[in-house]
T-cell receptor, first 113, second 112 residues
Framework: EADIYQTPRYLVIGTGKKITLECSQT?????MYWYQQDPGMELHLIHY???????EKGDLSSESTVSRIRTEHFPLTLESARPSHTSQYLC????????????FGPGTRLTVL | QKEVEQDPGPLSVPEGAIVSLNCTYSNSAFQYFMWYRQYSRKGPELLMY????GNKEDGRFTAQVDKSSKYISLFIRDSQPSDSATYLCAMSGPYGNNRLAFGKGNQVVVIP
């Protein structure tokens, strides 16, 4: 079982606030990912990283940014939250030697009022 | 056309029934096929992983891949109320770098 953690699990904030969603994994996985998930829709990749100091934008245009200063930590930041950012955010990771299986965290449910 | 099609319609079955789920895809370069299970308010967890065409069995779960038809299936035998969840198919290969394409997910409800 994968050990990947996300905090907070639930967050309700007002428009214009800056927020950071935390993601940590204790498995030493090189590759990490952030997805956005809305009900009845596919998971959309918004950011990914292949290792320390590596970050890339995914398929879904996002106003968020990420950083990867340590292997185990991959935070996602929204500088100015808007109601359109309301969604479920999922973090995932893959070991270097693995093929394509990804291990997911429990998710953060974000609501922007 | 989406790369991965999965009919998201909810599926209700009585306990003990066989659950049949499927996905179709358009990109013949996909090589790896996965099924994830996601309980309400949780992250997806990997259920089955297959590489080649054919069947793979794990307990009550069977994953089937037909690359010639670009069609994958998941069967759950002797379904239990604890199987009630959303099941997502995912696949990868053409992009490299472990990027996955997901279906929308199928919500399954097993009625006791």
């Amino acid at each position: 079982e994968a050990d990947i953690y996300q905090t907070p699990r639930y967050l309700v904030i007002g428009t214009g606030k800056k927020i950071t969603l935390e993601c940590s994994q204790t498995m030493g996985h090189d590759k990490m990912y952030w997805y956005q998930q809305d009900p009845g829709m596919e998971l959309h990749l918004i950011h990914y990283s292949y290792g320390v100091n590596s970050t890339e934008k995914g398929d879904l245009s996002s106003e968020s940014t990420v950083s990867r200063i340590r292997t185990e930590h991959f935070p996602l930041t929204l500088e100015s939250a808007r109601p359109s950012h309301t969604s479920q955010y999922l973090c995932a990771s893959t070991p270097r030697t693995d093929t394509d299986t990804q291990y997911f965290g429990p998710g953060t449910r974000l609501t922007v009022l | 056309q989406k790369e991965v099609e999965q009919d998201p319609g909810p599926l209700s079955v009585p306990e003990g029934a066989i659950v049949s789920l499927n996905c179709t895809y358009s990109n013949s370069a996909f090589q790896y096929f996965m099924w994830y299970r996601q309980y309400s308010r949780k992250g997806p967890e990997l259920l089955m992983y297959t590489y080649s065409s054919g069947n793979k069995e794990d307990g009550r779960f069977t994953a089937q891949v037909d690359k010639s038809s670009k069609y994958i299936s998941l069967f759950i035998r002797d379904s239990q109320p604890s199987d009630s969840a959303t099941y997502l198919c995912a696949m990868s290969g053409p992009y490299g770098n472990n990027r996955l394409a997901f279906g929308k997910g199928n919500q399954v409800v097993v009625i006791p």
